[in-house]
């Protein structure tokens, strides 16, 4: 009898021994389902609303020196629930859930760990030949020593000047000697705002003189800044006699949308974009100030007699063009005497638009995009007296750099216009035909990092400046 019901509990405790083990790898496996369903949400979560302004796979926050409102997890949480406006930050707790908030900040943290000692691809695509309508390229890296390189440009004698956004210009010789530029404006390097384009005068050769445009402190506020072009000689790697030559008013409290770009047309205007600064809904419609506009001035910065709202007394006599958004690539068709820009869009609605006098570019009335949260902007996209893009992106592939290909070194890809993309980390050719219509679209060096710059230089040879780690490299014909 004994014998019985010692045998019968040792079944007893095989089939409950087997029981718990059946549970605790269901168990375990519910675990592991419901973690994926979370890191996927999260991933999902991080392209949908982080990747445009952050870039893909975290690599904005790689080896952040500074984060201004914290890298703990609590702080994290805040900012993506509440949002900071002034650094152009939406706010989610509109379509998030804290929980969802918290797993979004545990992703970008484990995704900043893994991140932290993988090389990314760019610097490995140097003695690859890439292959573009027939032509046969390669790139040459020009140097690793620049963290932002965000405005390229060549003097007549091969000297490459390069901004740093941190604040810092650089010259580089044929040699690849790089040399620090001093004599330069205190800038605000805070959010999107620091050092940002540079060009020279068309008579370079004969004045020296060299335009750099910049994020700029109120002189008697420091909470307040704007977009400004300080301009100088530039003697022995000194630029001498240095001011402002043009100051965008009003300034305003936030650090974003600064556009800076700047271009000369045939006749020795300068044109600068400048951003709304994340006040769609205050300037870019409106003519009593510089934000959201493309501006025409001499070369000392006065106004241009014949610009479109010259003679208005209600209007800024800078005004060439107006409703933009953040127009962080500008360029020009010099057989053609065309200027193009491209738009940094919200989520979607990235634009290239052909800039003439007086027109009005639709920011905020009309847009192809949403806000970043998923709500909508506008239901128009088309209005009388607005004018649509020569082609726009959805999703956005959030633009920055641009310039228009003239040089007999890339015969393929004369007339077309080509684009950096931050968010995608490739270069984007748009093919144009004869009349300046839009034919296709290519993705040149996919995944070499976030594209900051591009410029046909004096050579002729077309430079572009990442980072994520920073590298400048050449695009380089391979002849056979």
Known sequence: MIKKITYSLSILLVLVLFVFIIYKCATAKQIKKNQEEIIGNSKKHYEEFCS???????????????????????????????????????????????????????????????KKSEEFSSGENTDVVFVSEGMKLKLE????????????????EGILFITDKSGELYAIDKNKNIKKIEGLPSVRFRGQGGL??????????????IYLSYSKFHPSDSDLNTTAIFSGKLVNNKIEN??????????????????????????????????????????????DNHLGKVLRLNDDGTPVATN????????????????????????????????????HGPRGGDEINLVEAGNNYGWPVITYGINYIGTKITDETHKEGMEQPLHYWV??????????????????????ILSGSLKFNYLNRNDLDDNGNFLKEEKLFPTIGRMRSVSQCADGFIYFGVEDPGKVYKIVPVNE
């Open 52 to 114: 445009s302004c952050h870039g893909k796979n975290v690599k904005e926050f790689i080896d952040r020196e500074k984060w201004v409102y914290g890298s703990d997890k609590k702080s994290m949480f805040n900012v993506i629930k509440n949002g900071i406006e002034k650094d152009g930050m939406p706010a989610y707790k509109e379509v998030l859930q804290d929980k969802e908030i918290e797993h979004l900040v545990e992703y970008i943290l484990s995704a900043i760990e893994d």
């Open 141 to 156: 890296l020009i140097t690793d020593k620049i963290n932002s390189p965000w405005g390229i440009t060549q003097s007549n």
């Open 196 to 209: 940002m384009d540079v060009i020279l005068h068309p008579n370079f050769d004969d004045n020296q003189r």
């Open 242 to 287: 240095g001011k402002d030559i043009f100051i965008a008013k009003p300034y305003v409290a936030t650090s974003h949308h600064y556009g800076s770009r700047m271009i000369f047309d045939n006749e020795g205007y300068l044109f600068i974009a400048i951003g709304e600064r994340g006040k769609r809904d205050d300037y870019p419609q409106k003519l």
């Open 308 to 343: 479109p709202f010259y003679n208005d007394a209600n209007a800024k006599k800078e005004i060439f063009s107006y409703g933009h958004r953040n127009p962080q690539g500008l360029c020009y068709d010099k057989r053609n005497n065309k200027i193009y820009n491209n738009e």
């Open 395 to 416: 999703p956005s592939i959030a633009v920055c750099g641009m310039d228009f290909i003239s040089s007999d070194k890339y015969p393929k890809w004369k007339g077309d």
